[in-house]
């Protein structure tokens, strides 16, 4: 079969990314694909967090995120999904939470941070994440460049669910907001409307702006922030406004 063949071939020229779902529990004619597996030994083979934490797109990133975080006085940040910490090196945070579903991700931000007291990391398994006393929910939630590569559906809502639950205030999300499958040539990436699934399932939250990506050639992601409605809006903010 030609989609066989394609599939093989793109799955070769990643690393390490034959990491088998047992049959019985993917859905028909779905690709045996694990995020948090591939994501684990990607870190533990030496990648890192890809093209988007560094370089002019993480310098962007920190930008548009530092600005935010001065602008409305934000204390507390939590992410999910901190990588291998260099985006976080370019941040400007009070006091920092980084969860990732890789525990090599995470021995990386504990020795590169050793030194830092206002960060701290946990290992993240969104099928064993159950936080319902808020232990670690901070005023700003945070899922960069997270989504796109949440293939199987049940942790990409688990993600958003998670992600949102977390935030008192506000979620900021930097990500594609399409539906396709990227399976030929990409076997770790999936974009998905995720906007309309927040609009659906979360009502207690709006979108107060999108900020369109500056280097649009080398990534399809834009920030999309969301404001929690019990806590009020900034008064000079107009929801859905998106910025140049």
């Not at 939630?141 to 949102?164: A, G, M, P, T």
């Amino acid at each position: 079969m030609i989609w066989l063949k394609r599939a093989r071939k793109a799955l070769s020229n990643l690393p390490l990314v034959g990491l088998v779902v047992p049959k019985a529990q993917r859905p028909l004619g779905a690709p045996s694909f694990n995020s948090n597996m591939y994501w684990e030994t990607r870190y533990a083979h030496g990648g890192n967090s890809g093209a988007g934490s560094y370089g002019n797109l993480a310098e962007f990133k920190a930008e548009v995120l530092n600005a935010f975080v001065k602008e409305n006085k934000i204390h507390s940040v939590i992410e999910f999904g901190c990588g291998d910490g260099n985006q976080l090196s370019l941040a400007k945070y009070h006091s920092y939470v980084g969860l990732d579903v890789s525990k090599t991700a995470i021995t990386l931000c504990k020795e590169r941070f050793k030194h830092d007291q206002t960060k701290s990391f946990f290992f993240y398994d969104p099928e064993f994440f159950v936080d319902r006393a808020f232990g670690l929910g901070a005023e700003l939630s945070l899922s960069l460049d997270v989504i796109y590569h949440l293939r199987e559906d049940k942790i990409f809502e688990s993600h958003l669910r998670h992600l949102f639950s977390a935030a008192q205030r506000f979620v900021i999300i930097y990500s594609t907001n399409y539906n396709h499958d990227a399976l030929e040539g990409a076997l770790h990436v999936k974009h998905r409307e995720f906007s309309a699934w927040v609009q659906q399932n979360l009502p207690g939250w709006t979108m107060l702006r999108r900020v369109p990506n500056r280097f649009r050639c080398s990534s399809m992601a834009e920030f999309f922030i969301y404001g929690k409605h019990e806590s009020g809006f900034p008064q000079a903010w107009a929801p859905n406004r998106t910025l140049s």
